[in-house]
């Protein structure tokens, strides 16, 4: 990947993320990204285009990481799976999930390309647990105890989140 694209990628991706979706147009990326207008549509035929390639990426990073951390951990699949999502958090801004935000922005239309890569990433979720034997119930509970502590980490001390959210996997 060419340097300027990448950063044009990361630099969306911390603005969007800063901002939400629509507060920011593309131009505030391409300047802050320092590159022209003309490099971005070179790349991506749209803003949605875009969108949709910062969502790939982040998700393509989330489960390397949680891939990571369960071969570097021991201990039961969950803590390990608890581990990962809590590297995830410390290494993130405190504004929740990237991807429910931008379903909260872009509706709820099942045809909408960014809602349908929304719902799929939540369904690989699941999926990602199931490769790791986890049985359906486990993995929604698991799901929920994952959402509900990205979502306390934008209002508490992640020192709080983290021992909440070994204690309920030790349970």
């Known amino acids: 990947m060419s340097r300027k694209k990448e950063d044009l990628l990361t630099t969306a991706e911390r603005l969007f993320y800063q901002h939400g979706f629509h507060a920011i147009g593309l131009k505030a990326i391409v300047q802050e990204a320092g590159i022209a207008l003309m490099t971005l549509y070179n790349?991506?035929?749209?803003?949605?285009?875009?969108?949709?390639?910062?969502?790939?990426?982040?998700?393509?990073?989330?489960f390397s990481l949680l891939e990571e951390t369960v071969e570097q951990e021991t201990g039961p699949i969950e803590e390990r799976l608890a581990l990962g999502h809590l590297r995830w958090l410390q290494n993130s801004t405190s504004n929740g999930c990237m991807?429910?935000?931008?379903?909260?922005?872009f509706g709820s239309e099942p045809e909408q390309l960014i809602v349908q890569k929304v719902l799929a990433h939540k369904e690989n979720l699941q999926r990602?647990?199931?490769?790791?034997?986890?049985?359906?119930?486990?993995?929604?509970?698991?799901?929920?105890?994952?959402?509900?502590?990205?979502?306390?980490?934008?209002?508490?001390?992640?020192?709080?989140?983290?021992?909440?959210?070994?204690?309920?996997?030790?349970q």
């Open 43 to 62: 790349h991506f035929d749209s803003k949605e285009a875009l969108i949709l390639e910062i969502l790939k990426r982040r998700e393509e990073a989330y």
């Open 128 to 170: 990602f647990f199931a490769a790791y034997n986890i049985a359906p119930a486990d993995a929604i509970r698991l799901a929920l105890l994952f959402e509900g502590a990205t979502a306390l980490a934008e209002i508490s001390q992640m020192e709080q989140v983290e021992e909440a959210m070994l204690s309920m996997v030790h």
């Open 99 to 105: 991807f429910l935000r931008a379903k909260e922005e």
